[in-house]
Structure formats: structure tokens, C-alpha cells
T-cell receptor, first 116, second 111 residues
Framework: EAQVTQNPRYLITVTGKKLTVTCSQNMNHEYMSWYRQDPGLGLRQIYYSMNVEVTDKGDVPEGYKVSRKEKRNFPLILESPSPNQTSLYFC???????????????FGPGTRLTVL | LAKTTQPISMDSYEGQEVNITCSHNNIATNDYITWYQQFPSQGPRFIIQGYKTKVTNEVASLFIPADRKSSTLSLPRVSLSDTAVYYCLVGLNSGNTPLVFGKGTRLSVIA
């Protein structure tokens, strides 16, 4: 089944304790992205990757890191989480075929993170 | 970055047509307009996409005027299962620019 998976689905942690949220897709997609979703603010892009070893900042990258060593995986790293990073996080992937186009993004199920 | 503005919420009765408008005054020449649907506890799901004029698929229509500064998602004859949050997105993911979603419109369908 074609899908985007995220782990963990739920996480409660404390301020300053490094954590990683994994994201994996089995559709051979080039483009992958992380979003956070907060009440009243909608979806905001954190980082995105056009392909392996290529990552770029989204709208709200502060406090986050990503890496893209393999095409299928795009982990989100919080080196020193703070309470304002408590949020619902979504990973998404899509093809990146052709220039100047938008290709449907497929979203994972989400990771609910609480930082105390 | 193209900024989008949508109504926060809308109510509708079952069987009615619902139109949700998104404003995107500074849309770039190459940007596409895409709409997503999100149910509670799930990730967003693609509904429809367009560049200009009108696009129709099996679930919705998308109307885009010539100036492309707004777009309207039209849901024909809504049912209770269409209760969800609908997001407008302007941009493209084949270039080196971030994607910007609107804040979403919460549609409540009433029996």
C-alpha cells in the first residue's frame, strides 16, 4: 500500500531533550516536506526537500533540523525542544516531475508532540 | 510568498451547494492553486487543483477568475461526511520556494 508513515504518533517529552520524528514513504517520491499544525494557524511548512541531500527552509524552520540521506526517509530533528514546539506535525511527499508544477502531496497520519 | 485568506468557518445544510472562496492577491505567475480536505485526526487529502478558469473532478469544482487573485472551491450537494476543514494552497513544489497553506475553513454540514 502506498503510504507515508510517521513515528512516533504521540510523544510527550521535556524541554531540552533531543528527539527525532521519523518519516518514510514507499512511493519513490522526490519531494518531501514537514508541516506543523496549530489551532488557528493552519498548516505551516517547516522544511522541505526536493531530493536526496537537498533541503530548504520553509516558513517556520527555527528550532528544527532535517536530513535527507535516502530518498524514502526524511526525519525531523528537534535538538532542544521547547514548549512552543508543542504541535501536531505532518510529513508529506510528492513527485517532483517537471518544472513549474504542483504535484499532489500525500500526507502521513501526523505526530502529536507535547513538550513540557 | 503568496499569502492566502479564507473564511474561518461555514455552515451548510445537507444537499446544498457550498462555495468556499480563497483570496491570494500576490499569487505568482507560475503558482498553482490547490485545495485539500482534512478530517479530525487525519492528514490533509488532495481534492482539486487548477491554474486558471474552471476545473472539475468527481468531488468538486474549482473556479479561478482571469486575474487569479482568488479561487472558489465548489462542493455540490454536500452531505454530513463533507464536514471537515478545507485548505487553500498556492504555490508549486517543483521549485525552490516554500509552500504556504491558508488557515483553513471549517465546514459544518447540518442535517
Amino acid at each position: 500500500e502506498a503510504q507515508v508513515t510517521q513515528n512516533p504518533r504521540y510523544l510527550i517529552t521535556v524541554t531540552g531533550k533531543k528527539l527525532t520524528v521519523t518519516c518514510s514513504q514507499n512511493m519513490n517520491h522526490e519531494y518531501m516536506s514537514w508541516y506543523r499544525q496549530d489551532p488557528g494557524l493552519g498548516l505551516r511548512q517547516i522544511y522541505y526537500s526536493m531530493n536526496v541531500e537537498v533541503t530548504d527552509k520553509g516558513d517556520v524552520p527555527e528550532g528544527y533540523k532535517v536530513s535527507r540521506k535516502e530518498k524514502r526517509n526524511f526525519p525531523l530533528i528537534l535538538e532542544s525542544p521547547s514548549p512552543n514546539q508543542t504541535s501536531l506535525y505532518f510529513c508529506a511527499s510528492s513527485t517532483s516531475a517537471g518544472a513549474l508544477s504542483y504535484n499532489e502531496q500525500f500526507f502521513g497520519p501526523g505526530t502529536r508532540l507535547t513538550v513540557l | 510568498l503568496a499569502k492566502t485568506t479564507q473564511p474561518i468557518s461555514m455552515d451548510s445544510y445537507e444537499g446544498q451547494e457550498v462555495n468556499i472562496t480563497c483570496s491570494h492577491n500576490n499569487i505568482a505567475t507560475n503558482d498553482y492553486i490547490t485545495w485539500y480536505q482534512q478530517f479530525p485526526s487525519q492528514g490533509p487529502r488532495f481534492i482539486i487543483q487548477g491554474y486558471k478558469t474552471k476545473v472539475t473532478n468527481e468531488v468538486a469544482s474549482l473556479f479561478i477568475p482571469a486575474d487569479r487573485k482568488s479561487s472558489t472551491l465548489s462542493l455540490p450537494r454536500v452531505s454530513l461526511s463533507d464536514t471537515a476543514v478545507y485548505y487553500c494552497l498556492v504555490g508549486l513544489n517543483s521549485g525552490n520556494t516554500p509552500l504556504v497553506f491558508g488557515k483553513g475553513t471549517r465546514l459544518s454540514v447540518i442535517a
